[in-house]
Nanobody, 122 residues
Framework: QLQLVESGGGLVQPGGSLRLSCAAS????????IGWFRQAPGKEREGVSC????????NYLDSVKGRFTISRDNAKNTVYLQMNSLKFEETAAYYC???????????????WGQGTQVTVSS
């Protein structure tokens, strides 16, 4: 069974950091681009970042550029999202998803994890 599992969420103060992980089971990630998305209560899901299958190309939402870094370790079958200088408004459930190529179109992604909650609060 193909599964993506996110971890690393939690409670962090504004300005703090978290590193999210997206681990795959049942398939190898090295053939897939991985996107990170987030959804705050009452808001639509939005794309945050995406990395291609080799890791040679990364895309970011404008508001996270310079603060978030996406990376992958195909040997560990895991993709990471390092989030620094977190803001109140970035409180959301964060999801990873896989497809053949990066896209900002949510419906284009074939496989999704269950999400991990990130809460930014003082």
């Amino acid at each position: 069974q193909l599964q993506l599992v996110e971890s690393g969420g939690g409670l962090v103060q504004p300005g703090g950091s978290l590193r999210l992980s997206c681990a795959a089971s049942g398939f190898t990630l090295d053939s897939y681009a991985i996107g990170w998305f987030r959804q705050a209560p009452g808001k639509e899901r939005e794309g945050v970042s995406c990395i291609n299958s080799s890791g040679s190309s990364q895309n970011y939402l404008d508001s996270v550029k310079g603060r978030f870094t996406i990376s992958r370790d195909n040997a560990k079958n895991t993709v990471y999202l390092q989030m620094n200088s977190l803001k109140f408004e970035e409180t959301a459930a964060y999801y990873c998803a896989a497809r053949s190529r990066c896209s900002w179109i949510i419906g284009a992604f074939q496989y999704w994890g269950q999400g991990t909650q990130v809460t930014v609060s003082s």
